[in-house]
């Protein structure tokens, strides 16, 4: 009856687990633009080989993860990265995301005081210190339900980033031919020294941070077939999103490459409405995606000692907020490939485990993972 289960697949539940996966990595950072364009568009034509490999890269680590999230619905206090990188790693590695997450927070947090810089002309230092200041007060109140409610906004920046690439790979399709006159441009901002790294790092940067939740995701799901066709279809959706953007900045690579926020740029194009109601999507996308990290951080520290828990909270705000200070786009550019490169280990772990276990109904650790976990 279970592998009945397994095999069967129920095409809303699929539809869904196609927008949860796609919802993690074009988020709030995402939909700048910034990312794109320095893990892809830098590298002018050479960045569709990146697109290549990131769809191969999705397609399978993306079906590993999940389908492991599931096969261990029923296992008690299952950690992912125990599993695939062995008990000393995977410690190491669980204590490593805190960490990561308050340089991610940092980053989106410049990225807000950046979006309201370019559109409406507030101090870049204001912008950071607002959307700072209104993370620690919507987890110092306890407000989860507000945090929950603008956590919607996921797949409606989804659709307007998609619509801001599309309109302009239709509108401006003729440049084309014209990207190499920006190399001199593109160079500078590009994520590693070359691009085949740089797809390695794109990739670790998005399944080590979102490890946790793609496990999650597959220990939700239905069924097992279920899970895989949704990590199937949301891999090409994401993909082909990506290359749509990458296309969209590489079109207007003379401005596009200068700014902070290049997808803001391309949206106010099309119209200035259409740009504001973009940047107002930016801004409650960026909080949403900070409250949670918050909640996920401080929640791990001094749980039971309430004012202990506040003071970290104060101080974990207080930091994102400093190293927000930063301009956003050298923030991508340091802490994004740096967060790469962390977790470049536990990509090659997640795929030694995945090929060495496929087809195995044993559930044994394979020789290396034995011997990392003792």
């Known amino acids: 009856m279970s592998s009945r289960k397994n095999q069967e697949y129920n095409l809303p ?3 869904r687990y196609t927008g949860a996966f796609m919802a993690w990595v074009i988020g709030a950072g995402f939909a700048t633009g910034q990312e794109i364009l320095q893990f892809f568009s830098s590298y002018g034509y050479a960045g569709y080989g990146v697109v290549a490999l990131n769809l191969a890269g999705f397609l399978i680590l993306g079906r590993i993860i999940i389908t492991t999230g599931y096969d261990h619905q029923g296992t008690e206090k299952f950690s992912h990265f125990a599993y695939f990188c062995g008990n000393k790693l995977g410690t190491l590695y669980t204590w490593l995301i805190p960490v990561t997450l308050v340089l991610l927070m940092s980053v989106l947090t410049s990225g807000a005081g950046a979006t309201l810089f370019e559109y409406y002309g507030i101090n870049h230092y204001i912008g950071s210190a607002l959307l700072a200041t209104l993370v620690l007060s919507v987890y110092l109140i306890g407000f989860e339900k507000m945090v929950k409610i603008v956590a919607v906004i996921s797949p409606v920046i989804i659709i307007f980033t998609l619509l801001v690439g599309t309109i302009t790979v239709v509108r401006d399709l003729g440049n084309i031919t014209t990207v190499t006159q920006y190399t001199p441009v593109l ?3 590009q994520a590693s020294p070359h691009w085949l790294l740089s797809a390695a790092l794109y990739l670790s940067l998005n399944f080590f941070c979102g490890s946790t939740y793609y496990t999650a995701l597959g220990a939700g799901a239905a069924s097992r077939q279920s899970a895989r066709l949704g990590a199937l279809c ?15 900045i590489l079109l207007d690579a003379g401005n596009t490459s200068a700014l902070a926020i290049p997808t803001l740029y391309l949206a106010k ?6 740009g504001a109601a973009f940047s107002l999507i930016l801004i409650l996308g960026i909080f949403s995606s900070c409250a949670t990290m918050m909640w996920t951080v401080c929640s791990r520290f001094f749980a039971t000692d309430i004012r202990k828990n506040r003071i970290f909270a104060v101080t974990v705000a207080g930091g ?11 923030l991508v550019g340091v802490f994004y490939p740096l967060v790469g490169y962390v977790g470049l280990i536990f ?4 795929l030694y485990k995945g090929f060495k276990t496929r087809g195995s109904q044993s559930g044994r650790l394979p020789p290396l993972e034995e011997d990392i976990a003792n």
């Open 347 to 350: 990509i090659y772990c997640v």
């Open 234 to 248: 949301g891999a090409l959706a994401l993909v082909a999103t990506i290359a749509i953007i990458n296309t969209a």
């Open 269 to 274: 194009k099309i119209s200035y409405i259409f």
């Open 13 to 15: 539940a699929v539809l």
């Open 320 to 330: 994102t907020f400093v190293i927000s200070l930063f301009p956003f786009s050298k």
């Open 187 to 189: 160079q500078p901002i």
